[in-house]
C-alpha cells in the first residue's frame, strides 16, 4: 500500500498518526528509524529451534538490522514469544517457502539482483575471521540450520566465507549466538565507518508510517480513514 502514496502525503499521514501516540513514543519511533540498516541483512536457512529463533530476531532487532530473509525448507520457522520480547514487530520478516522451489537459490539469487554481497557464515579452511571483513559493499550475513550449518547451495552461491575465531575444544558456537557476535562485530564497525549505512528518508518514512500503525490500537483503520478523507479533499 505505501509504495502507492506519494511521499507528501505520507509526511501529512505521518503527522497525523502521531497525534495517537504520546510525544515521547513518537520521538523514539523517529529515533530509532534513523539508526535502521539495510546495509547489512541476516539470512537464516532451515533454523527450526523456536528458542533460536527468537534470540535471532530479538539480535536483529537490537542492533538494528530492519530485514531478516527466511528460508523454510524442511523446517517451520516460529518464534517462542518470551524470548523475542516482541521484537518481531519491528522488523521486516521476509519469507521463503514455495513448495517445489529450491527457496536458498530464490532468496540468495534475489539478495545478488538487489546488490547484496553473500557472506556465508561456515568453518571452511579459506573463511576469513569476520572482524577482517570489509563491509563497503551490502551484505547479507547468512547463517545455517543449527546442526548442519548451511546447505551446499548456499555455499556454491556465496561471494565469501566467514568465520568467528575460537580457541576451545568445542568449535562451535550456538546460532542465535553466532548471530549476535557476527552482528556486534559488524554494526559496530559500520557504524565507525563513513559509509552510508543508514535508510533512505522514504525508506524511514514507511517505517514510521509502519511502526506508528502498529503501536496505535486500529491503526490500519486510521490510515484508512487518513487516505479516504485526503482524496476527498
Not at 210 to 224: N, P, V, Y
Amino acid at each position: 500500500m505505501l509504495d502507492k502514496i506519494p511521499i507528501d502525503m505520507k509526511l501529512d499521514l505521518v503527522s497525523y498518526l502521531s497525534d495517537f501516540v504520546t510525544e515521547e513514543k513518537y520521538q523514539l519511533i523517529e529515533d530509532i528509524s534513523a539508526l535502521r540498516t539495510r546495509h547489512l541483512t541476516v539470512v537464516l536457512e532451515n533454523i527450526y529451534q523456536p528458542h533460536n529463533a527468537s534470540a535471532v530476531i530479538r539480535s536483529c532487532e537490537c542492533f538494528g538490522i530492519q530485514d531478516i530473509h527466511v528460508i523454510e525448507k524442511s523446517n517451520h520457522f516460529r518464534a517462542a514469544g518470551p524470548i523475542s520480547l516482541g521484537s518481531d514487530q519491528w522488523v521486516s520478516i521476509n519469507r521463503y517457502n514455495h513448495r517445489q522451489e529450491d527457496n536458498t537459490r530464490l532468496c540468495l539469487e534475489k539478495l545478488k539482483q538487489e546488490g547484496y554481497r553473500l557472506a556465508a557464515l561456515t568453518l571452511r579452511e579459506d573463511s576469513i575471521a569476520i572482524n577482517d571483513m570489509d563491509l563497503n559493499q551490502k551484505t547479507a550475513l547468512c547463517f545455517g540450520e543449527e546442526m548442519p550449518g548451511l546447505s551446499e547451495t548456499a555455499h556454491e552461491l556465496a561471494d565469501i566465507f566467514v568465520k568467528i575465531p575460537m580457541y576451545g575444544f568445542t568449535q562451535s558456537f550456538n546460532i542465535s549466538v553466532t548471530v549476535a557476535i557476527s552482528l556486534f562485530a559488524l554494526t559496530n564497525k559500520l557504524r565507525k565507518s563513513e559509509i552510508a549505512w543508514t535508510l533512505s528518508e522514504a525508506e524511514q518514512i514507511d517505517l514510521e508510517i509502519t511502526w506508528l500503525s502498529q503501536a496505535i490500537r486500529g491503526g490500519d483503520k486510521i490510515i484508512e480513514r487518513f487516505l479516504e478523507q485526503y482524496h476527498s479533499s
